[in-house]
Structures are given as structure tokens and as C-alpha cells.
């Protein structure tokens, strides 16, 4: 990774540099005078294997904010074609393959939170938001051999990441996958045919990618295009960037409620905080810098201010708001909370009589009946913020009625509110 990068003059790269964004840069000087001489396109691709995007790919999502708000037009490129193929960077083992309505589903799903973010419309630096099927559906495999595929060597492309991480593990890398390279290097060049688009981004793990792009341009089209790549994003004990014990951190509020992605954030390592306002918020660099410096239980301070705000530009001022409102209510004040994930019980089934152990379960804070018992026995579940160490605690109909709810907790971190409907 290169840190010493020469004294850019346009907004975009002085900012991505600024708030620690760059890994790599085809050629730096040569994009920087391009990004001066008017407005330019670029685009990140999306493929759509599940419904939401996550906190994984925020830091794309981010790039294509900074691109417009420097007065560029961002592309999202969604997969609807290179979906149904899968892209082997980063895998050690072949994606599921899904249907054609899987992924228009996902697609339909996925477009959703980057209204959040951009700002699409038909002006000169308003978003745009294409499909690669589009053109790739359309292909006839023959034409398609002989156009693109004297442009690309087998020799070459064994020695990229995506394969190698295979071929090392011992692992099957299917045709198809293989293929995927050329396709998102076609994708380059169409987008360039039809949006003059100059510049692909992307994570560090599509170098290999963006480069076999930029030189099918090249030598097909005869058009200088550029690539960037960001830095894999870890945490600061090493761990993948959005990945929790209790799965991805989902962008889409219908797969993960705005509190939890609101405590996702507070939650965030001492270590972490400052590289984190940079990349997912828009605080000027000296209020990050004061942030940053913080020590000792002033950092949860910055760590309020992170939730605050990435949960505002991801769902909006009002479910920050919420969020950050049932997390006084439930911490400071030990409260329920008006917006804590709802488990809700029939009737039927808390007459029928219900244990701690079930309610563990459906809350989703324990996977097996085991781990629920054991969570209890350890002193880690309460109720109403009453420790409960009883295996074979039932829970009372009577006292559901009374409340009308009650809050269930396992840990310090996980709440919910358990409801009777």
C-alpha cells in the first residue's frame, strides 16, 4: 500500500486521501489532472447474492458519496448478469448459484439504500443506476470469444489472487468462475461506451480486476481509464470489517433494525474509533482529530457521536434519533427502551407456558438450547434486568399480562422486548 501520494489538487482525491481511503492507484497523477478537467463518471459494481447489502461495503458505498459531493457523476453497477456467475475474489469455495428471481429480488432489495446516499436525477453529476445484464445477457458466446477474448491470456490470469487462493487450498475453481474476470473487465469497457465512464473503484481484492478492465479498454477501444482501490477494511483485533458473532451488520433496515446497526457502531474498539469517523462520516478532519484523542470513558463519547452518525446517513436522522434514544433509555436509564427488537409471543403460547430457555431461543440470543442453559448458568440472562440463573425458569403469564412487555436481555450488549400479540 502506497501512503506517500503526491500533493493532489482535485477535491475527490484530496479527500479520499485525507480520510485514509486509497490502497492503490493505476496512475495517480494521470487520474488527478482527469478529475480536474471536468465532470467524470465512475462506478463500483454490486453483485446481488443476498437481499441487503452490509456494513462490508460501506466503504464503496462512501467512495460514490465523496465522488458526487466533488461534483462527479457516481454509477451503481448492479450485477444482474456477473451475479449469476459469482465472482471467486476472496472465496475459497464456489457462491451458491441462484435463479434468475432470486436475484431480481435481491437487486430490488439492494437498490433501495443508495437513495440514501446519492443523489440520483438526469443532471451532469446525478447518480445513475445500471444493470449488467443489460449487456451481458444479450452476448452471443461466439462473437464474444473472438471480440474480447484474444485481449486476455490464460498465462495471466492463473497468476491472479482470486485463482491462486483456489489452486493453493486445493480447492475447485469452477470454468465459470474463471470467467468472471473477463466479464467484469467487459464491464468496464461498455460502461465506458455507454456513460464515458474514466474510473472503476473498488476493494483491494478487484486490482487484478480493475487492471485486466482498464487494458481491455485500452487495447479495444483505445481509452485511457483509470482504477482505485481501498484498503481491506479490519478491525483492530484483526477481524473482518462488518462481520459479528451474530452474523453481518445488514445496511437494509428489514434485515437489521436501525438500533442494532446504531450499537453496531458504539460498540466500536477504543483502537478503531478514529479511522472509522473518517470513513463513515463526513465530520471534518479536526473534529475527528479531537475525537480521536479522547482516552479513558470520554472515547464513548466519539463512540456515540460514530453511531449517531453513520446510523443517520444509513437510515436516516429520525431512526438515529430512535435508536440513539432507546439506547439511553435502555443503558443510562435501565429502561426498555421504545425501539428495542420485538419478540413476539402468541397467546396461545404463553398460556401453554414458556421457559427462559425458549425465550433465549427466539430472541435469537442463544442457537441451541445448550448454549441457552449455559448463558444462564453463567449468570449472562435477565430479565428486566433481573439476573436469572434458574436453568428452568418459566416465564408467566400473568406477569406478560401485567407489564404488557417485558425486556429480555443476554449480556451487557443484546435487548429485546418481549411482547404478547
Not at 492503490?24 to 437481499?51: H, K, M, N, W
Not at 460501506?58 to 448492479?78: D, N, T
Not at 444509513?314 to 436509564?333: I, L, W
Amino acid at each position: 500500500m502506497t501512503t506517500d501520494w503526491p500533493a493532489f489538487q482535485s477535491a475527490f482525491l484530496k479527500t479520499l486521501t485525507e480520510r485514509q481511503y486509497v490502497h492503490q492507484i493505476t496512475d495517480a497523477e494521470g487520474l488527478d489532472g482527469c478529475l480536474r478537467s471536468g465532470v467524470q463518471s465512475a462506478y463500483i459494481g454490486f453483485d446481488c447474492t443476498a437481499p441487503s447489502l452490509h456494513v462490508g461495503n460501506l466503504v464503496s458505498i462512501m467512495m460514490l458519496r465523496h465522488f458526487q459531493k466533488a461534483g462527479h457523476r457516481p454509477i451503481v453497477l448492479l450485477g444482474g448478469g456477473t451475479t449469476k456467475v459469482g465472482d471467486p475474489s476472496g472465496k475459497d469455495k464456489s457462491r451458491q448459484m441462484l435463479d434468475e428471481g432470486s436475484i431480481a429480488s435481491n437487486m430490488a432489495s439492494i437498490r433501495r439504500v443508495f437513495e440514501r446516499f446519492l443523489s440520483f436525477g438526469d443532471g451532469p453529476s446525478d447518480a445513475i443506476l445500471v444493470n449488467n445484464a443489460d449487456w451481458l445477457d444479450g452476448l452471443s458466446y461466439i462473437d464474444f470469444l473472438r471480440d474480447i477474448g484474444p485481449h486476455f491470456t490464460v498465462n495471466r490470469m492463473l497468476t491472479f489472487d482470486s485463482v491462486q487462493l483456489r489452486l493453493e487450498r486445493e480447492q475447485p475453481l469452477s470454468f465459470i468462475e474463471f470467467n468472471y474476470m473477463i466479464l467484469q473487465a467487459y464491464d468496464f469497457l461498455e460502461l465506458s461506451r455507454r456513460a464515458n465512464c474514466s474510473l472503476q473503484m473498488g476493494g483491494s481484492d478487484q486490482w487484478g480486476n480493475i487492471v485486466n478492465g482498464m487494458e481491455l479498454c485500452r487495447r479495444h477501444a483505445g481509452k485511457q481509464v483509470f482504477g482505485l482501490t481501498t484498503p481491506l477494511i479490519t478491525t483492530a483485533d484483526g477481524g473482518k470489517m462488518g462481520k459479528t458473532a451474530d452474523g453481518a451488520v445488514w445496511l437494509n433496515a428489514d434485515a437489521l433494525t436501525p438500533y442494532d446497526y446504531w450499537q453496531f457502531w458504539r460498540n466500536t474498539q477504543d483502537a478503531d474509533v478514529g479511522r472509522f469517523l473518517r470513513l463513515f462520516t463526513e465530520l471534518p478532519i479536526e473534529e475527528i482529530e479531537r475525537l480521536e484523542a479522547l482516552e479513558g470513558q470520554e472515547i464513548n463519547d466519539a463512540k456515540i457521536i460514530l453511531a449517531n452518525a453513520a446510523t443517520a446517513l444509513c437510515h436516516g436522522p429520525e431512526a438515529q434519533a430512535n435508536a440513539a434514544r432507546t439506547a439511553e433509555q435502555t443503558f443510562a436509564q435501565r429502561g426498555q427502551g421504545d425501539n428495542l427488537p420485538e419478540v413476539i409471543l402468541s397467546k396461545a403460547e404463553t398460556e401453554a407456558g414458556l421457559t427462559l430457555v425458549d425465550l433465549l431461543l427466539k430472541a435469537e440470543f442463544a442457537k441451541s438450547k445448550g448454549e441457552a442453559r449455559r448463558l444462564i448458568a453463567q449468570g449472562g440472562a435477565r430479565i428486566e434486568n433481573e439476573k436469572i440463573t434458574d436453568i428452568e425458569f418459566q416465564i408467566s403469564d400473568d406477569d406478560l399480562r401485567e407489564k404488557g412487555s417485558l425486556k429480555l436481555s443476554s449480556g451487557k450488549k443484546k435487548h429485546a422486548r418481549i411482547v404478547v400479540r
